[in-house]
């Protein structure tokens, strides 16, 4: 996947950010981070969330 960045290790978490009329969900794992744009707010958010699900986490970041 070209939108795979590997790091170090890092604080699972899921963040979505609002710039220019699109929507990026940035994923962080242990390992890797990945970025999704969407076109529609509605979109980003419902991905977020089942981002947010299959890691476990208590909350989406929005920045």
Request: hydrophobic share 45%.
């Amino acid at each position: 996947m070209s939108n795979v960045v590997r790091f170090g290790k890092a604080a699972p978490c899921v963040e979505v950010v609002g710039a220019s009329g699109e929507w990026v969900v940035r994923i962080f794992e242990t390992d890797q981070e990945i970025t999704r744009s969407f076109a529609l707010e509605s979109f980003a958010l419902s991905f977020a969330e089942g981002q947010r699900t299959r890691l476990h986490l208590d909350k989406v970041e929005r920045l």
